[in-house]
């Protein structure tokens, strides 16, 4: 990580919305159906596929102030989109606690687009049952081109837990890690064409694509239900 910094430091600047250092926490509960289908889904690569997470970023006294949203992030035959509800931080804490009714008492101007959401949300939460199943932390840095086409981030502090507490900013109650605590994930994300002079860099590098899901990743570190399944398809049928 350390390496790729000093190597594109000519390239890159910290991202306008990150602190000085470009680093900020950020704490998520992710939601899942009893059954464990998000989690195969991914498994089995179906095409289109969809999950719930609420998000806190920042920290209090930072730069980026305590921020929340829900997302419904989707995975739809090969790209991804996010579909986020922006909200007051207690709000989005209620959310993360099981108060679904939240989105509903609290009255506000929703826009269309905001409703549609809200709509989608009690889709998957009513008919396919998702609930809240699993929460990470992680500290993030984030860097970009000066013009914002190109935007890399290093997620270091990977860790994970099941038991379920009322979500915080910067929240630091966790202890088991889903990668080794000296790794980090590294991430491209691009507007349009990666930039020649980085696609150059990771041949020079060998860099390779791989797909890594935080969310598959902590299920199978943490989650009872999912450990359960698979102890049960590995076992030896009479």
């Not at 269309?112 to 840095?141: C, N, S, V, W």
């Not at 060998?206 to 902590?218: H, N, P, Q, V, W």
Request: aromatic share 10%; net charge positive; proline share 5%.
């Amino acid at each position: 990580m350390e390496q790729i910094q000093r190597d594109l430091s000519d390239r890159l600047v910290v991202d306008s919305l990150a602190s000085e250092d470009g680093c900020y926490p950020i704490v998520t509960e992710y939601f899942e159906t009893p059954d464990r289908e998000c989690f195969w889904e991914k498994e089995r690569r179906l095409a289109s596929r969809r999950k719930i997470r609420v998000r806190i970023y920042g920290n209090e006294g930072g730069k980026i102030p305590p921020t929340g949203f829900i997302e419904i992030k989707h995975k739809h035959f090969g790209f991804g989109a996010k579909r986020r509800l922006f909200l007051p931080v207690e709000e989005a804490i209620e959310f993360a606690k099981g108060n679904f009714e939240i989105l509903n008492t609290v009255k506000r101007d929703w826009s269309r687009t905001q409703r549609m959401i809200i709509k989608e949300l009690f889709d998957m939460i009513e008919r396919r049952h998702f609930g809240p199943a699993i929460q990470l932390r992680y500290d993030r840095k984030a860097l970009m081109t000066p013009d914002g086409q190109l935007r890399i981030t290093f997620d270091t502090g990977l860790m994970c837990r099941s038991k379920l507490l009322a979500l915080e900013a910067d929240d630091r109650r966790f202890k088991d890690y889903i990668i080794p605590a000296d790794k980090s994930i590294f991430e491209v994300k691009s507007i349009g064409a990666v930039p020649f002079w980085f696609r150059q860099y990771g041949g020079e590098k060998s860099l390779i694509r791989r797909s890594f899901s935080k969310f598959c990743t902590a299920m199978k570190v943490i989650d009872p239900v999912l450990k359960a399944q698979i102890n049960s398809l590995n076992s030896p049928t009479a």
